[in-house]
Structure formats: C-alpha cells, structure tokens
C-alpha cells in the first residue's frame, strides 16, 4: 500500500507560480510511474503531467506545455510539478497518483482509471 501526500497548493494570481510537492510512504518510488492529475468543478478529472520509473522522460497535456515542469527525486520519495504562468482555467485540485505496473508515454498512461494509488489531492486556485 502506497500512501502519497500532496502539498503546495493554495491562491496564486494568474502570471504566477506554484511548486505541487507528492511524497510517498513506501520505500522506494523508483519502480512507480507517477502522475499528476487535475479536476475542476464539474468536470472529470484529466491527466496533467506524468513522468517515467527510472529514466525520468516527462509527459503533458498539450493545455500545460511549457509552462508546467515535472520532476522526480527517488532518494526523497517525492515528486514534483512546477507551475508557471498559471492561469484561471488551470484551477482545480490537483491529485498525485502512482502505478507499479503501467507503461506511460505519448499515447499510454494518462486515464486515471490505470493508476492504483492516489493522495488526497491540494487546491489550486489562479485568480484572474
């Protein structure tokens, strides 16, 4: 069992920037596909960015490219999504999920319904 906490969230203006911070219970993360997620009011949750088990190559929605930036750190147990030039469609919360076994590139990993683990999620308002 994998327990993922996220923090960082919180109101920004829009131009502005925020830095998600997941960490995880288990031992080692090295062999986890991790995600980033987001779900706005109303709306499904959607994929956001993901970033692979031991080579770290990085995926995103067309919507975040260039301006968000994810990055993993497995002697912390963490990962991380830099936020840059936020803007208001980009509010919701924000969820971090994880997946020992699923494969993730251009096309794979980005429903949610393949990721096992989930945190909590954290709020991210942008204000116009």
């Known amino acids: 069992q994998v327990q993922l906490v996220e923090s960082g969230g919180g109101l920004v203006q829009a131009g502005g920037s925020l830095r998600l911070s997941c960490a995880a219970s288990?031992?080692?993360?090295?062999?986890?596909?991790m995600a980033w997620f987001r779900q706005a009011p109303g709306k499904e949750r959607e994929f956001v960015a993901g970033?692979?088990?031991?080579?770290?190559?990085?995926f995103y929605t067309d919507s975040v490219k260039g301006r968000f930036f994810m990055s993993r750190d497995n002697s912390k147990k963490s990962v991380y999504l830099e936020m840059n030039n936020l803007k208001p469609e980009d509010t919701a919360v924000y969820y971090c999920a994880a997946d020992q076994f699923l494969p993730i590139g251009e096309h794979t990993g980005r429903q949610a319904i393949g990721y096992l683990y989930w945190g909590q999620g954290t709020q991210v308002t942008v204000s116009s």
């Open positions: 970033i692979g088990r031991r080579s770290g190559t990085t």
């Open positions: 288990e031992h080692t993360i090295s062999n986890y596909v």
